[in-house]
T-cell receptor, first 112, second 118 residues
Framework: AQTVTQSQPEMSVQEAETVTLSCTYD???????LFWYKQPPSRQMILVIR??????QNATENRFSVNFQKAAKSFSLKISDSQLGDTAMYFC?????????FGDGTTLTVKP | GAGVSQSPSNKVTEKGKDVELRCDPI?????LYWYRQSLGQGLEFLIY????????KSGLPSDRFSAERTGGSVSTLTIQRTQQEDSAVYLC????????????????FGAGSRLTVL
């Protein structure tokens, strides 16, 4: 069975600054996908970024980028130039052949 | 449809009653997942469908919970004899088949069904 651990229950950052959310996972699978999802107070889960485990290059999506360390089973999310709209709960997720596991989430607050 | 549709968006029921929650996935998405999320908590996996088959039912918390999917499309999650601890938001997500590709394994979520058991 796989596990996903987000060790930071809450974080805050000043608007326009950079913040990194951590995520570690454990699995015996070799082919899998990792994701970061955002859940604002509206409750709608929104995909932030995706990483295929077979790709060595770190995924980027505008202000969002990941640091994927496969050997260390680490998958952190960096948010640059934080905006007030980034305030949300962020979930790290692992998916492989239909098995999905989500971390407990990190509540991020962006302060003006 | 354009997105994943869930109904009802809110359901209040009395303890002991049965409830049905519906999920209409994105057309063409063969994989469908159900999760439960208690207030301020993470997502608890319930069940996964690939087509109409449920290869992984390991997350269903008790035999009061069941789910089915028909025609490889709409799924219904049924909770019998509801208990107060069943109160939560039930989220449904769908994705393309689990193969490599730009859309593979990307879960698109519905807005959820909030269940309150009095």
């Amino acid at each position: 069975a796989q596990t996903v651990t987000q060790s930071q229950p809450e974080m805050s950052v000043q608007e326009a600054e950079t913040v990194t959310l951590s995520c570690t996972y454990d699995t015996s699978e070799n082919n899998y996908y990792l994701f970061w999802y955002k859940q604002p107070p509206s409750r709608q889960m929104i995909l932030v970024i995706r990483q295929e485990a077979y790709k060595q290059q770190n995924a980027t999506e505008n202000r969002f980028s990941v640091n994927f360390q496969k050997a260390a089973k680490s998958f952190s999310l960096k948010i640059s130039d934080s905006q007030l709209g980034d305030t949300a709960m962020y979930f790290c997720a692992f998916i492989s052949a239909g098995k999905s596991t989500f971390g407990d989430g990190t509540t991020l607050t962006v302060k003006p | 449809g354009a997105g994943v549709s869930q109904s009802p968006s809110n359901k209040v029921t009395e303890k002991g009653k049965d409830v049905e929650l519906r999920c209409d996935p994105i057309s063409g998405h063969t994989a469908l997942y159900w999760y439960r999320q208690s207030l301020g908590q993470g997502l608890e996996f319930l069940i996964y469908f690939q087509g109409n088959s449920a290869p992984d039912k390991s997350g269903l918390p008790s035999d009061r919970f069941s789910a089915e999917r028909t025609g490889g499309s709409v799924s219904t999650l049924t909770i019998q004899r509801t208990q107060q601890e069943d109160s939560a938001v039930y989220l449904c997500a769908s994705s393309l088949a689990s193969t490599r590709g730009s859309g593979a394994n990307v879960l698109t979520f519905g807005a959820g069904s909030r269940l309150t058991v009095l």
